[in-house]
């Protein structure tokens, strides 16, 4: 890749989406995704590698039980940082930076009263569900979620932060910011898992401090630091107008946030009916297989980007031959990846813990798992096509279709005969046949812009 291309302007890489070739083009796009992807998968790994190690199986499995839980409290975050992109995003395109300014100040200041409001909902559902899981982990999961009330907050701070960055043209902020927050997860981990010894405590400790540091530098970023972009509090009045927009254009994202992490959940909680030890191996897969699914689906948002200039240019043959080879792209390192991973699967899961009856299920569960990325990879690149496409409905069915309709109910048909494993086999299985039906959708589809 050339150096030059860090440097380009907007004109310049629409010319090159456009005009140059296909398979350089997508590598450009996919790598600062895919170096965002790597980074953002080490920070569950490093925490699953402390947590095992010093804290245990029964802490890492609450743990993994719980952090669906997390993921649906910030869901409503993750629509925010949706909607937040795309109505910054179009006041940027027009030019108007002084209400690029005033939106980013007054979705700031709405997302962390959102997150001070989401808190103790977190803290009040920590007890019914810690009492319906196994009691082996049913303490450590209700202090884990209860306590992480605390963070709550500033994770929907940074949400905000990411959408401000990228709809102003700067994702290399959101890149470094997640980078610092990678070295002090690791710092704080050392400190409250390793040293201190603190467990769940711990681990929610670690991210508590972690994220408010990242909050102090960010509010830096935003509000203190002297530049053309520096927001103000100054003067502010709460704009309804703009906040209902805000809310209405974010549902869809919420939703489909909220619903998959619904189903994460209910898949994990037929998993703690096999003990803490089942639990803490499906953790552990997930941890080590979490760059594995990122790495191919990095390729998803290039697709998009190519699709959807190709598509305005009234280029519908480039369009699908990008999308086509967006697909080969992540197929090849998804076999690239399975190839890496399945011989030395022995070595990574070790890492974790000494447990011969954890590292059994890990094993067998990481198998499964790395097998299923190809089926993954080609599931994230066709989604991307219909995103740049204007479709982003069939994303959203899709989505949920894969995690609940045929994951959920494979592991619930199977169960009985295939015990803990069908959840296993039930990744695998959804993933590939949400990628058939992916693939039929896409070859029917009309190459039109589905926004005029």
Same mark, same amino acid.
């Given at each position: ?12 890489? +629409? ?22 992807? #790597? ?22 499995? /609450? ?13 409503? =975050? ?12 179009? /006041? ?13 100040? !007054? ?11 989401? =808190? ?72 409250? %898992?390793?040293?201190? +010894? ?48 805000? %809310? ?11 619903? @998959? ?14 003990? /803490?030890?089942?639990?803490?191996? !499906? ?17 998803? =948002?290039?697709?998009?980007? *190519? ?5 305005? /240019?009234? !280029? ?25 991973? #399945? ?36 599931? *994230? ?14 994303? *959203? %069915? ?45 070859? +029917? ?5 589905? @926004?005029?």
């Amino acid at each position: 890749m050339k150096i030059d291309f860090l440097h380009q302007s907007t004109e310049q890489r +629409r010319d090159l989406i456009l005009h140059g070739s296909i398979v350089r083009t997508l590598m450009m796009l996919s790598l600062p995704t895919l170096m965002m992807s #790597v980074i953002q998968s080490l920070m569950p790994l490093s925490d699953g590698l402390f947590i095992n190690n010093s804290a245990g199986t029964l802490v890492a499995s /609450a743990v993994t039980y719980s952090e669906p839980v997390i993921n649906m409290m910030t869901a409503l =975050a993750q629509g925010l940082s949706v909607a937040a992109m795309a109505i910054i995003g179009q /006041a940027n395109g027009q030019g108007d930076f002084k209400r690029v300014k005033n939106i980013s100040s !007054q979705i700031v200041v709405f997302a962390f009263i959102m997150g001070f409001c989401i =808190a103790p909902i977190s803290a009040l559902v920590a007890f019914p569900i810690s009492a319906n899981v196994d009691a082996e982990i049913s303490h450590n999961v209700m202090l884990y979620i209860s306590l992480y009330a605390f963070v709550l907050p500033f994770s929907f701070l940074e949400s905000i932060y990411n959408a401000i960055k990228n709809a102003t043209g700067k994702p290399e902020a959101t890149f470094f910011r997640m980078l610092i927050m990678l070295m002090l997860k690791i710092i704080f981990n050392l400190v409250f %898992v390793s040293w201190l +010894r603190m467990e769940v405590i711990g681990c929610v400790l670690s991210s508590f401090f972690s994220n408010v540091l990242i909050c102090v530098w960010m509010f830096y970023e935003l509000f203190v630091k002297k530049g053309d972009d520096t927001l103000s509090l100054k003067g502010y009045k709460f704009d309804s107008k703009l906040i209902r927009q805000l %809310v209405r254009v974010g549902i869809p994202a919420m939703l489909t946030s909220l619903m @998959l992490n619904l189903g994460f959940f209910l898949i994990n909680h037929e998993t703690q009916k096999y003990g /803490a030890v089942v639990l803490n191996g !499906q953790g552990i897969a997930n941890n080590i297989t979490a760059v594995c699914f990122n790495l191919p689906a990095s390729f998803g =948002a290039a697709v998009t980007t *190519m699709v959807s200039l190709n598509i305005g /240019a009234q !280029q519908a043959d480039k369009a699908k031959r990008s999308c086509l080879i967006g697909c080969v792209a992540s197929v090849i390192t998804a076999i690239a990846i399975i190839g890496i991973i #399945v011989p030395s699967s022995p070595y990574l899961t070790v890492l974790f813990t000494q447990r011969a009856d954890v590292l059994t299920i890990a094993n067998k569960a990481l198998h499964i798992y790395t097998y299923s990325v190809v089926g993954f990879g080609i599931c *994230m690149a066709i989604q991307g096509a219909f995103i740049g496409l204007g479709k982003t409905s069939v994303p *959203m %069915v899709i989505g949920i279709l894969r995690i609940w309709l045929l994951r959920y109910i494979f592991i619930l048909a199977t169960e009985h005969v295939l015990q803990f494993y069908s959840v296993f086999w039930g990744n695998l299985f959804s993933n590939y046949v949400a990628a058939i039906i992916s693939i039929i959708l896409i070859l +029917r589809v009309k190459w039109v812009s589905a @926004l005029h």
